[in-house]
T-cell receptor, first 114, second 113 residues
Framework: QKEVEQDPGPLSVPEGAIVSLNCTYS??????FMWYRQYSRKGPELLMY??SSGNKEDGRFTAQVDKSSKYISLFIRDSQPSDSATYLC??????????????WGLGTSLAVNP | NAGVTQTPKFQVLKTGQSMTLQCAQD?????MSWYRQDPGMGLRLIHY???????DQGEVPNGYNVSRSTTEDFPLRLLSAAPSQTSVYFC????????????FGPGTRLTVL
């Protein structure tokens, strides 16, 4: 079983829809949770970064962490064609050493249709 | 700032050839890393460095060497290229020892025939 599971999609939605992207994980030691966005033929870029449980909002994006269920989500409100990309979840443990290795999901491909 | 730069953008090698993928960053980041990205496999860490003179292996280090003589540069060497090393290679850097926020380069697309 992979430490981080992410449905690869593809996910196709109409412009303006609310998008929900999810990852599950098996290791309860994960404390840091990230969402990266990767446009086609580009490198990933950090979109959202949360520590431990709870919600974090940034404009149209909301990241949720539910540590009791080992489940994280990224919500995109009023989705735009420019949101079409692959979304990668990543997570890491607290403490020295292992912090320097992120554990990545495979990414979910999202297409927002005008 | 140019951020993280990688050269070349594309490369085709024959089996057994060697080459070096270049990576440089101008953000004075201590942490740098190399990933490969393959369909169905996601991003996999090859090697990483927490500062000049310090490197360590990641998840898939076999067939690759790295060195870190300066803060800015972190080259990745393929010793004897194999078709299994056909991939997209990304270099990344981070200002934090946690390395949770990583800045990625544009990638190098490598094909080994």
């Amino acid at each position: 079983q992979k430490e981080v599971e992410q449905d690869p999609g593809p996910l196709s939605v109409p412009e303006g829809a609310i998008v929900s992207l999810n990852c599950t994980y098996s290791n309860s030691a994960f404390q840091y949770f990230m969402w990266y966005r990767q446009y086609s033929r580009k490198g990933p870029e950090l979109l959202m970064y949360t520590y431990s449980s709870g919600n974090k909002e940034d404009g149209r994006f909301t990241a949720q962490v539910d540590k009791s269920s080992k489940y994280i989500s990224l919500f995109i409100r009023d989705s735009q064609p420019s949101d079409s990309a692959t979304y990668l979840c990543a997570m890491s443990r607290a403490g020295a050493g292992n912090n320097r290795k992120l554990i990545w999901g495979l990414g979910t491909s999202l297409a927002v249709n005008p | 700032n140019a951020g993280v730069t990688q050269t070349p953008k594309f490369q085709v090698l024959k089996t057994g050839q060697s080459m070096t993928l270049q990576c440089a960053q101008d953000m004075n980041h201590e942490y740098m890393s190399w990933y490969r990205q393959d369909p169905g496999m996601g991003l996999r860490l090859i090697h990483y460095s927490v500062g000049a003179g310090i490197t360590d292996q990641g998840e898939v280090p076999n067939g690759y060497n790295v060195s870190r003589s300066t803060t800015e540069d972190f080259p990745l060497r393929l010793l004897s290229a194999a078709p299994s090393q056909t991939s997209v290679y990304f270099c990344a850097s981070s200002y934090s020892s946690l390395a949770n926020e990583q800045f990625f380069g544009p990638g190098t697309r490598l094909t080994v025939l």
